[in-house]
């Protein structure tokens, strides 16, 4: 349009700008709601998305949004022209100055001045916002995400499992007595001072137990307990089995086997489990180990030099029986444990006490 026809430029303008607000509104609506049709089913069954997905579908959703949108109301010079002449009742003036515009006369000349002229009688406000109800449907969806997003994120509980499918109740956690961390230590101070195991075996060894440790300080309940000692058990016998494949000798390989049939025994015994059927007779991949006939093993309950009654162990009180819990047991804890520093008893005579009188008083309470 030349000179001549500047005022119809400034609907033009109008109608572009019209149609942008459509196109953005249209393009918000589309783009949140397709957030909240992924989060509604991402908070129900707990999956967890980066906030980064969150805005890249909200970015996908506009853009396909306003694109549509704009594929269905872009316009041209020729369809604005035909709009202004409908509702600004201008009998196809301005139809007829687009259509001749790039002519020259004077007669189209004075055509396209009038038609000016009449388009300037009216103000660009004069001219309706088109599809007003479906732009307003479109902004009060897209407010409506913008509250549900945050609603829906920090009240929506995950659905775990129906009624008829619930969890059963999580298992407390196992308490892990002072006398089986004290007889835990010990045990992994024994392995590291071994004189028997080369150094390959006792750190694999060390390292299993140590393991152990540390997940018996994060809690677990008793069933579980009883998996990581097996899990430890396995895993002591690997490391040893490894040692073993070296290039060491014969006497030296039998040596690993003992003490580590002795850490496995022991270890069943700190937690008062009982041992699986491969283990009756020791190893199961080496059944002559650990073998309980033997008269010098201090597991053969046979042996005469272990035979203890109870009643007669140091610092049994024979008017309270059995103390189970509290200052008096914490007592002779630790008389047991001086006599053992002084060297009044041997590490089998303390070991025998531990196990024996303190795990009877354990399984007890």
């Known amino acids: 349009m030349d000179e ?51 805005v890249l579908i909200a970015l996908g959703g506009f853009v396909l949004g306003g694109g549509i ?43 396209r001045v009038d038609a000016n002229n009449a388009l300037g009688r009216f103000p660009v406000k004069k001219l309706h916002f088109k599809n007003i109800a479906a732009t307003i449907l479109s902004a009060v969806i897209a407010a409506g995400c913008v509250i549900a997003a945050p ?73 579980s307990l009883s998996m990581f000692v097996q899990n430890t058990v396995s895993n002591i016998r690997n490391a040893v089995k490894d040692a073993n494949e070296r290039d060491i000798t014969e006497a030296q390989k039998e040596l690993n086997s003992e003490e ?41 309950p046979d042996n005469p030099k272990w035979e203890v009654n109870v009643n007669d162990v140091p610092f049994y009180d024979p008017e309270k029986g059995y103390v189970k819990l509290g200052d008096i047991r914490e007592e002779y804890y630790e008389r047991v444990q001086s006599a053992f520093d002084e060297g009044a008893i041997s590490r089998e005579e303390w070991e025998y006490i531990m196990i024996t009188y303190f795990a009877d008083l354990s399984n007890k309470e």
Request: charged share 25%; aromatic share 10%.
């Open 260 to 300: 580590e049939n002795y850490v496995i025994s022991k270890l069943y015994e700190i937690f008062s489990l009982t041992k699986p059927g491969g283990d009756e007779g020791g190893d199961s991949e080496n059944p002559d180990s650990g073998d309980k006939e033997d008269p010098d093993n201090p597991d053969n």
């Open 69 to 111: 949108a704009f594929l269905f109301l872009r316009t041209n010079d020729n369809k604005i022209a035909k709009r202004l002449d409908k509702e600004l009742k201008l009998a196809e003036r301005v139809q007829t100055a687009g259509v001749y515009g790039n002519l020259q006369g004077e007669m189209l000349d004075l055509q």
């Open 151 to 223: 609603v829906m994120a920090t009240c929506i509980k995950p659905v775990l499992a129906s009624p008829e499918t619930e969890l059963p109740p999580e298992e407390p956690p196992r308490q892990v007595t002072d006398w089986e961390w004290a007889a835990l230590d010990e045990l992994i101070n024994y392995v590291k001072a071994s004189k028997k195991a080369d150094a390959v075996a006792k750190t694999g060894m060390v390292l299993e137990l140590e393991g152990l440790r540390t997940v018996l300080m994060d809690g677990v309940s008793q069933s």
């Open 4 to 54: 001549n026809f500047k005022n119809f430029n400034k609907f033009k303008k109008r109608i572009w700008f019209d149609i942008l607000i459509q196109c953005i509104c249209f393009g918000l609506a589309a783009g949140l709601s397709a957030v909240i049709a992924v989060l509604l089913p991402c908070k129900l069954y707990g999956v967890k998305l980066l906030w980064v997905y969150y």
